[in-house]
């Protein structure tokens, strides 16, 4: 589980995103988020898009990020009798598949990015994303 901001704002105006990645079914869900987002509103866009979906973790890994470190997190787990296992700070390695995701996101960002510039102004020579 892993956070992205700084994107372009969406209709909604939410400019960041909230990976979810499944270890047993290497399915990733993706979910737009206003940078705004704290561990209430996390643990309810967990709970409607991976629980739902796929029952629940022997164990969450995340970032050290305050949103996954509040009171509401702690009793979350506690009702689910889930625990929190958080990586090692400056160490992405230990979620390697939410680091993967987050790569492609960000690659496909930039490709859309550059095809809305494109579209914009015009120009006689191309970028290549390889």
């Not at 305050?66 to 689910?80: D, Q």
């Not at 929190?84 to 492609?104: K, Y």
Request: proline share 5%; net charge neutral; with cysteine.
């Amino acid at each position: 589980m892993d956070f992205g901001f700084g994107l372009p704002p969406d209709a909604a105006g939410n400019t960041g995103v909230v990976v979810f990645v499944d270890r047993l079914s290497q399915m990733a869900h993706l979910a737009a988020v206003p940078d705004t987002i704290d561990g209430e509103g996390t643990a309810t866009l967990f709970l409607n898009r991976v629980f739902r979906q796929h029952g629940l973790p022997e164990a969450v890994v995340s970032g050290r990020d305050p949103r996954f470190t509040g009171k509401f997190w702690t009793s979350i787990f506690a009702v689910l009798g889930t625990r929190l296992d958080m990586s090692t700070a400056d160490h992405p390695q230990t979620d390697g598949q939410t680091e993967r995701v987050n790569r492609v996101v960000g690659m496909a960002s930039a490709a859309f990015a550059l095809k809305r510039l494109s579209v914009a102004a015009p120009c006689s020579h191309s970028l290549s994303l390889r």
